[in-house]
């Protein structure tokens, strides 16, 4: 699936590539990123880094790029209900500097712009306070608790779900402009081409 590149005012949001292995390994063996995350085993090995970096075609994960060097990931699974979940990281020398609030917002509004998602849900668990105010910060709203498995705990960990509509994104973020997306060769572009005319029916009735 390709993905744009994105520019922020500080940084670079761009597909992951097979190259970002090293940046990955070193950035996310971390372990207070990965207890923090669902989906990054600790230890992390050259095996999971490699599957974590092809995303399958309902995957839209960014490689995020500060002057040229990748120092996380943002980006979201594509429900086909029409909804998409938030996820990201960062490497650890780079928490406070506002970056996950940045990118994020970047890949958000690429979610409603672009994929034309109705909605995003996320989650974090209920230990990551970092976590919990930058999603507060993109304008989520805590909608309920539930448990999420942690790979690298080993262990389920109770969790704040959370949920974001593209109006209350426009209220927090400002507006969001409709982008068509690109035609693409992979099942996640047709889904996401669905999506956009879809929504686009249902915004504007009238247009064929
Ligand atoms: C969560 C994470 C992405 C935040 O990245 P970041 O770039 O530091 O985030 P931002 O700077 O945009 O915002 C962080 C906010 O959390 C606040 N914060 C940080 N640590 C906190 C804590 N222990 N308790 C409460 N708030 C905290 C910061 O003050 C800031 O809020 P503010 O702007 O109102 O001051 C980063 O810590 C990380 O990668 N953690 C490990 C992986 C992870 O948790 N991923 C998310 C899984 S749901």
Avoid at 40 to 48: N, R, W
Avoid at 53 to 82: C, K, W
Avoid at 105 to 124: L, P
Wanted: net charge positive; with cysteine.
């Amino acid at each position: 699936m390709s993905l744009p590149i994105i520019e922020t005012p500080r940084l670079i949001l761009r597909p992951l590539r097979g190259g970002d292995e090293p940046d990955f390994l070193a950035l996310a063996s971390d372990w207070d990123v990965a207890r923090m995350t669902s989906d990054i085993p600790h230890p992390l090995l050259p095996m999971h880094a490699k599957a974590w970096l092809q995303p399958n075609g309902s995957d839209v994960r960014f490689a995020i790029e500060l002057h040229g060097r990748m120092i996380g990931s943002t980006g979201y699974f594509r429900r086909r209900s029409g909804a998409a979940e938030l996820g990201f990281w960062l490497g650890r020398e780079h928490w406070g500097l506002g970056f996950a609030t940045e990118a994020s917002a970047a890949a958000v509004r690429h979610g409603f712009g672009t994929d034309g998602h109705m909605a995003f849900s996320s989650a974090h668990f209920v230990d990551n306070r970092a976590s919990g105010r930058v999603l507060a910060k993109l304008g989520f709203e805590e909608v309920g608790r539930s448990r999420m498995w942690c790979a690298a705990r080993g262990t389920e960990v109770e969790a704040l779900g959370l949920w974001l509509t593209r109006e209350r994104a426009e209220a927090v973020l400002g507006p969001i402009a409709e982008t068509t997306p690109a035609p693409e060769r992979s099942g996640g572009g047709r889904i996401s081409r669905w999506l956009y005319q879809a929504r686009k029916a249902l915004r504007d009735p009238a247009r064929p």
